[in-house]
């Protein structure tokens, strides 16, 4: 199992920055790929970016130049650096963790509205 919380959501301004954390806890070891997902309203959830346990990274291309995925040397967090924040980037946003043998565990989300 792992357990996965989200923070650091909240209201910013457009052009603003916000920097959400993914407390990660139970099989950490056991992780090899840690996402960030996000979901707006009526809108399906959509992969923001991610990163493997030997550190690679990838992003959405809409969020690439304005977004960056990281970690502590822990494994324990997961973090997303989020600038030049827009409207558009609205959403409930969630981080996923990925097991072998397909399996997956999710956060509860943390809340992000950018203001225009």
């Known amino acids: 199992q792992v357990q996965l919380v989200e923070s650091g959501g909240g209201l910013v301004q457009a052009g603003g920055s916000l920097s959400l954390s993914c407390a990660v806890s139970?099989?950490?070891?056991?992780?090899?790929?840690m996402d960030w997902y996000r979901q707006a309203p009526g809108k399906e959830r959509e992969l923001v970016a991610s990163?493997?346990?030997?550190?690679?990274?990838n992003y959405a291309d809409a969020m690439k130049d304005r977004f960056t995925i990281s970690r502590n040397s822990a494994k324990d967090t997961v973090y997303l650096q989020m600038n030049s924040l827009k409207p558009e980037d609205t959403a409930v946003y969630y981080c996923?963790?990925?097991?072998?043998?397909?399996?997956?565990?999710w956060g509860q989300g943390t809340q992000v509205t950018v203001s225009s």
């Open positions: 139970g099989r950490i070891f056991d992780i090899s790929i």
């Open positions: 996923r963790a990925r097991l072998p043998l397909s399996r997956t565990f």
């Open positions: 990163i493997t346990n030997g550190g690679a990274t």
